[in-house]
């Protein structure tokens, strides 16, 4: 029978608990910096590797798709293996493609090393989130997820400049090398302090069907999504074809889902209607955010005549703000329920994005630069929350499913945002750098405004969720939690 520990709701969290979550939250990072540096460093990687930019771009669309592919399985991975073995395995694997990738001396042996290092990191977040989940419960996830979080903004915030500085002062290798030191100091302390739990007594067999519905579905209509912001046109058979089949895919498995007994994602959670809710406030704020992501370094490139590096540089006020504000956002999480806390950012987001569209190009640079770090407090409050509420919505054993399922409408909802923001910029330039600007950002203040539809509905839902007994799965604590190891 399981063992469940009481949670109060401001129990105090003890420190192997705090040092758990700074392990998961340092790989995450390493992960999440590694795809922005990467991005900065692809005109070097095709002048070195004698390419073509159209084919060194694949350097990193190979490696977003690969991470689609492997999102679904590591629900099914982690019950049949143990979530702390996949996440230990898919880091040692993320830091030995790293090597294989800076030995390449080839465009298209880079993309082969790349899809592998895509594989591995796809199972890297899911398998941390579930392993915290399960390790801290869900009257203390808000604070402690908070964590995570901090790393997952921070990496893409600091990729543009690590970059720039790496290209400027070195050669492209180093992007890749840089995650040697990193990964060993991951994997020292993940075999220390990161729990080898038990697998599932019955995990059941892998639903391949699914598996390669989902698992092909996924990466086509995230490229197709791309390709379309990309060429600003979905009637091109480059675009609308990936979106067209991706969708259809995905569609089949929901119909085959609903009449199969364990389906490789068990999309039965959705009956759940705070976590149905939780999960669409964070694909929709997160298609707000990722849209935004785009359109910032275009806006100081473009409409501002900055350079790369300086951009970067500009853009860390975002991840800053956002870096400040989560651990604030996770307690409130924790007392008052994250369609609140997701309703704040909202508000927050939409609020600092009204002045670009407004003055557009215009804007003192002071006033940009605080607008961004109080964007990035809105985000931490909108789109973290969102997740974490999910999270918290669903019992213990159904956390590797829920983690990989928000995983997914997350990867969707950002690569839509940004589709959508960058054919709207696109079309618009040839009327005047200013007002396409100006008239995108009123687009990015109506999507912050729909997703404070959806966080109203999460605020609803948990507010009409019946009162339960939470507790915590005691065999699958981290040591050191309740006295005796959990490594077995």
Same mark, same amino acid.
């Given at each position: 029978?399981?063992?469940?520990?009481?949670?109060?709701?401001?129990?105090?969290?003890?420190?192997?608990?705090?040092?758990?979550?700074?392990?998961?939250?340092?790989?995450?990072?390493?992960?999440?910096?590694?795809?922005?540096?990467?991005?900065?460093?692809?005109?070097?990687?095709?002048?070195?590797?004698?390419?073509?930019?159209?084919?060194?771009?694949?350097?990193?669309?190979?490696?977003?798709?690969?991470?689609?592919?492997?999102?679904?399985?590591?629900?099914?991975?982690?019950?049949?293996?143990?979530?702390?073995?996949?996440?230990?395995?898919?880091?040692?694997?993320?830091?030995?493609?790293?090597?294989?990738?800076?030995?390449?001396?080839?465009?298209?042996?880079?993309?082969?090393?790349?899809?592998?290092?895509?594989?591995?990191?796809?199972?890297?977040?899911?398998?941390?989130?579930?392993?915290?989940?399960?390790?801290?419960?869900?009257?203390?996830?808000?604070?402690?997820?908070?964590?995570?979080?901090?790393?997952?903004?921070?990496?893409?915030?600091?990729?543009?400049?690590?970059?720039?500085?790496?290209?400027?002062?070195?050669?492209?290798?180093?992007?890749?090398?840089?995650?040697?030191?990193?990964?060993?100091?991951?994997?020292?302390?993940?075999?220390?302090?990161?729990?080898?739990?038990?697998?599932?007594?019955?995990?059941?067999?892998?639903?391949?069907?699914?598996?390669?519905?989902?698992?092909?579905?996924?990466?086509?209509?995230?490229?197709?999504?791309? +390709?379309?912001?990309?060429? #600003?046109? /979905?009637?091109?058979?480059?675009? @609308? %074809?990936? !979106?067209? &089949?991706? =969708?259809? $895919?995905?569609?089949?498995?929901?119909?085959?889902?609903?009449?199969?007994?364990?389906?490789?994602?068990?999309?039965?959670?959705?009956?759940?209607?705070?976590?149905?809710?939780?999960?669409?406030?964070?694909?929709?704020?997160?298609?707000?955010?990722?849209?935004?992501?785009?359109?910032?370094?275009?806006?100081?490139?473009?409409?501002?005549?900055?350079?790369?590096?300086?951009?970067?540089?500009?853009?860390?006020?975002?991840?800053?703000?956002?870096?400040? +504000?989560?651990?604030?956002? #996770?307690? /409130?999480?924790?007392?008052?329920? @994250? %369609?609140? !806390?997701? &309703?704040? =950012?909202? $508000?927050?987001?939409?609020?600092?994005?009204?002045?670009?569209?407004?003055?557009?190009?215009?804007?003192?640079?002071?006033?940009?630069?605080?607008?961004?770090?109080?964007?990035?407090?809105?985000?931490?409050?909108?789109?973290?929350?969102?997740?974490?509420?999910?999270?918290?919505?669903?019992?213990?054993?159904?956390?590797?499913?829920?983690?990989?399922?928000?995983?997914?409408?997350?990867?969707?909802?950002?690569?839509?945002?940004?589709?959508?923001?960058?054919?709207?910029?696109?079309?618009?330039?040839?009327?005047?750098?200013?007002?396409?600007?100006?008239?995108?950002?009123?687009?990015?203040?109506?999507?912050?405004?729909?997703?404070?539809?959806?966080?109203?509905?999460?605020?609803?839902?948990?507010?009409?969720?019946?009162?339960?007994?939470?507790?915590?799965?005691?065999?699958?604590?981290?040591?050191?939690?309740?006295?005796?190891?959990?490594?077995?």
């Amino acid at each position: 029978m399981t063992t469940t520990v009481p949670t109060r709701r401001d129990e105090a969290i003890r420190w192997p608990v705090w040092r758990l979550a700074l392990v998961i939250a340092f790989a995450a990072f390493m992960s999440q910096l590694d795809t922005s540096v990467v991005n900065v460093g692809l005109d070097s990687i095709a002048a070195d590797l004698g390419a073509d930019l159209s084919d060194a771009q694949w350097v990193a669309s190979a490696y977003l798709i690969a991470l689609g592919l492997s999102l679904p399985a590591s629900g099914w991975l982690g019950r049949r293996l143990g979530v702390g073995r996949v996440w230990f395995a898919a880091l040692a694997a993320f830091t030995g493609t790293s090597a294989l990738c800076a030995l390449a001396d080839g465009v298209w042996w880079l993309v082969a090393a790349r899809v592998l290092q895509g594989l591995s990191a796809g199972l890297l977040l899911p398998a941390g989130q579930t392993i915290l989940g399960q390790a801290v419960g869900p009257q203390r996830l808000g604070r402690v997820m908070a964590t995570l979080g901090i790393a997952v903004s921070l990496g893409p915030a600091l990729g543009p400049v690590a970059g720039g500085l790496i290209i400027h002062n070195g050669s492209w290798p180093w992007l890749f090398l840089v995650n040697l030191p990193l990964g060993g100091i991951a994997l020292y302390l993940g075999w220390r302090f990161v729990p080898r739990d038990r697998p599932d007594a019955h995990p059941g067999r892998l639903d391949w069907p699914g598996l390669l519905l989902v698992s092909a579905g996924v990466p086509l209509l995230v490229y197709g999504l791309t +390709a379309w912001g990309e060429q #600003g046109s /979905l009637a091109s058979l480059g675009a @609308g %074809g990936p !979106v067209t &089949l991706g =969708g259809l $895919l995905l569609l089949t498995f929901i119909w085959y889902a609903r009449r199969t007994v364990r389906p490789v994602l068990d999309l039965r959670l959705f009956a759940n209607r705070a976590y149905a809710a939780a999960t669409a406030t964070g694909a929709v704020m997160g298609a707000a955010m990722f849209g935004a992501t785009l359109l910032f370094p275009l806006y100081f490139q473009i409409g501002r005549g900055a350079g790369v590096l300086e951009t970067g540089v500009a853009l860390i006020p975002l991840g800053l703000g956002t870096a400040v +504000a989560l651990p604030i956002s #996770g307690r /409130l999480l924790d007392r008052i329920g @994250g %369609g609140l !806390v997701s &309703l704040v =950012g909202g $508000l927050g987001t939409a609020a600092s994005t009204v002045p670009f569209a407004l003055a557009g190009t215009e804007l003192p640079t002071p006033a940009v630069l605080g607008l961004l770090f109080l964007r990035g407090v809105g985000i931490a409050f909108a789109v973290g929350p969102a997740s974490i509420a999910a999270f918290k919505a669903v019992t213990t054993a159904q956390l590797p499913d829920a983690t990989t399922q928000v995983n997914i409408a997350q990867r969707v909802g950002g690569a839509l945002g940004g589709a959508v923001f960058a054919v709207l910029l696109a079309t618009r330039l040839p009327g005047g750098v200013d007002a396409a600007f100006r008239q995108t950002f009123w687009w990015l203040t109506a999507a912050s405004a729909l997703g404070l539809a959806t966080a109203a509905w999460l605020t609803v839902a948990e507010r009409s969720r019946p009162a339960t007994s939470s507790g915590v799965d005691a065999t699958r604590l981290p040591e050191g939690v309740h006295g005796r190891s959990s490594r077995g």
